[in-house]
């Protein structure tokens, strides 16, 4: 599975759209992009996943960029809830065992 | 309401004094998971199941058992615990793989 690449802290203002950017310059073309969030002890949350599409759930979107090497999780009012560890996974669906990567995380803050 | 709910949520044991932690779903998924946490190291995989009797290493397996004989169990089994792991546990479920996973509430677990 590729390897990502994500800042290791960010600050948001509350009410702004806060963007988590993640790297995934080796992915190959059968690897989706998934995204989870920890809330400080929390049992981590699924969040989305894209293979190249962009896409929007209720809790936020994902923009990949066209040649695939980056991502960015884009959360559109962020509240002070949001306050988590923000991991970016990529991962080939239908491959083979059940492992499951999870790399060190955005620490993303969201202030008042 | 859909869930992963393990138990206990909190241990505090001395040094090889066997020891299960439960986990259990209530989602039919057929993919479960078990992971530690530990600072600065992240979440790391433990042992998985695709299925019923089909279980798997993770990343960290040593020093754990793991079990499926039904589809909504899976117990994580510390033979001879060493404060090595003392650590914070996680149980994650899916539906037929390490996609989009459901966590349990973490159990936190003190060897001495």
């Known amino acids: 599975d590729a390897k990502t690449t994500q800042p290791p802290s960010m600050d948001c203002a509350e009410g702004r759209a806060a963007n988590l950017p993640c790297n995934h310059s080796?992915?190959?073309?059968?690897?989706?992009v998934y995204w989870y969030r920890q809330i400080h002890s929390q049992g981590p949350q699924y969040i989305i996943h894209g293979l190249k599409n962009n896409e929007t759930n209720e809790m936020a979107s994902l923009i990949i960029t066209e040649d695939r090497k980056s991502s960015t999780l884009i959360l559109p009012h962020a509240t002070l809830r949001d306050t988590a560890v923000y991991y970016c996974?990529?991962?080939?669906?239908?491959?083979?065992?059940?492992?499951?990567?999870f790399g060190q995380g955005t620490e993303l803050s969201v202030k008042p | 309401e859909a869930q992963v709910t393990q138990n206990p949520r909190y241990l505090i044991t001395v040094t090889g004094k066997k020891l299960t932690v439960t986990c259990s779903q209530n989602?039919?998924?057929?993919?479960m998971s078990w992971y530690r946490q530990d600072p600065g190291l992240g979440l790391r995989q433990i042992y998985y199941s695709m299925n019923v009797e089909v279980t798997d290493k993770g990343d960290v397996p040593e020093g754990y058992k793991v079990s499926r004989k039904e589809k909504r169990n899976f117990p994580l089994i510390l033979e001879s615990p060493s404060p090595n792991q003392t650590s914070l546990y996680f149980c994650?479920?899916?539906?037929?793989?390490?996609?989009?996973?459901?966590f349990g509430p973490g159990t936190r677990l003190t060897v001495t």
């Open positions: 989602m039919n998924h057929e993919y």
């Open positions: 996974i990529v991962r080939a669906i239908y491959n083979q065992g059940g492992k499951l990567i």
């Open positions: 994650a479920s899916s539906l037929n793989g390490p996609y989009e996973q459901y």
């Open positions: 080796t992915i190959s073309g059968n690897e989706y």
